[in-house]
């Protein structure tokens, strides 16, 4: 993911897969025009880089010229557009081929008519390396169109954001959603997982997300993903990872304006971490990282003692108990440090201290995020 002046952008069209288009585009166009010396039109400031890499792949001799239109403000095309500078050269018999970077609404290949429609050049071919069919409102033929994009704002390749990203060799396209801060929150147990997610959920607007909450809001509710997650505990078997996923997209869905999202209790194994990670990209976001608290386990024991001694919860009370669940804990968690590790999105927080010494160190982690 990249970031150019406030909004983001993630990898949309490899450097490798545009390479591929502009040479078709150059084997097309010279099967059409053959032992003709063409006139290949850039329009800038766009199309610098398409112009350059297509003429490289040109066989045969031809002729390169530009001219220089202005038509965009930010992420919108205006009707408005300004010659900045029109031909001068005479194409008048010539065979003339406009390459351009994007036809977006077609206004700017409006202007590129009637600049040519008096100057009796023997053909005029239009040429783009991208093309955003549901966007375009004109009637012009495109004869020759490398690659048909959705209607999104795209950078990189000659194309910017307010004068950034055209130095880009590959295309990134616009997140639609804006940067989220999502976390995968661990602690062993004792390590006062609960409440940094509070502390955490208020400094940064996120919204907590207990798997366990949100299984017994949706069994308490008779929901319907409630009931067929019921139905597999009352066999004793495990509830499919597609049904806790359903349940955890509907929680995302509920708060689709968070400033992100904390999730605390999954995933739990590869399997599921792969399904967040599906989950979160069709929300166009992703895991910003899995953040685990690390305390010894000695302080842990001792904490958990400490707080069975008031508390009465059983398992609190017996150390060896105790110590079976840090056990557990550390087991279970082992696959998914390696699986973000990967991703260079584990980070590891001392979670020894008092509790704001804490907060503040889980704070300059996310503050990098
Ligand atoms: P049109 O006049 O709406 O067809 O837009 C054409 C011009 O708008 C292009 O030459 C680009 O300069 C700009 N443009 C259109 N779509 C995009 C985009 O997704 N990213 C960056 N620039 C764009
Ligand atoms: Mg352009």
């Known amino acids: 993911m990249i970031k150019l002046h406030d909004k983001y952008f993630k990898p949309f ?146 194309l910017d954001y307010d004068g950034l990203g055209r130095n880009l060799p590959e295309v990134y396209q616009i997140k639609e959603t804006q940067h989220m801060t999502n976390l995968v929150l661990f602690g062993p147990p004792g390590a006062g997982k609960g409440t940094q997610a509070n502390f955490l959920k208020e400094k940064y607007n996120l919204v907590h997300i207990s798997t366990g909450d949100v299984f017994r809001f949706n069994i308490k509710n008779e929901t319907a993903l409630g009931m067929l997650a019921k139905s597999y505990m009352d066999k004793g078997e495990l509830v499919p990872d597609q049904v806790t996923i359903d349940m955890l997209n509907a929680e995302v869905e509920k708060n689709a304006d968070a400033n992100g999202f904390i999730f605390d209790g999954f995933p739990r194994t590869n399997a599921q971490a792969e399904a967040l990670d599906i989950l979160m990209d069709a929300k166009d976001s992703e895991i910003s990282a899995m953040v685990a608290l690390e305390v010894e386990d000695d302080v842990l024991v001792n904490r958990l003692l ?35 590790s990967t991703q260079n999105k584990y980070f590891g927080v001392d979670g020894v201290g008092s509790i704001e010494d804490i907060t503040e160190r889980l704070s300059k982690v996310i503050d990098t995020l």
């Open 13 to 158: 069209i490899s450097a490798q897969e545009i390479e591929t288009a502009i040479e078709r585009l150059a084997k097309e166009i010279h099967n059409d025009i053959g032992e003709e010396i063409p006139v290949f039109v850039g329009v800038l400031n766009g199309s610098f880089m398409v112009v350059s890499d297509f003429v490289k792949k040109y066989p045969k001799p031809c002729e390169v010229t530009f001219i220089k239109l202005a038509s965009y403000e930010g992420v919108k095309s205006t009707e408005d557009i300004q010659r900045l500078i029109g031909l001068t050269q005479d194409l008048k018999g010539r065979t003339v081929v406009i390459l351009e970077d994007i036809i977006d609404t077609g206004n700017t290949l409006a202007e590129i008519h009637r600049i040519f429609k008096n100057e009796q050049v023997k053909a005029l071919k239009i040429a783009t390396l991208f093309y955003k069919p549901t966007a375009y409102k004109k009637d012009f033929k495109l004869h020759y169109v490398g690659i048909e994009i959705p209607n999104k704002f795209i950078v990189g390749y000659g």
């Open 306 to 340: 400490e707080r069975g001694k008031t508390s009465g919860r059983a398992d609190d009370s017996n150390e060896s108990v105790i110590r079976n669940r840090i056990t557990e804990y550390y087991k279970k968690t082992a696959i998914l440090k390696d699986y973000y």
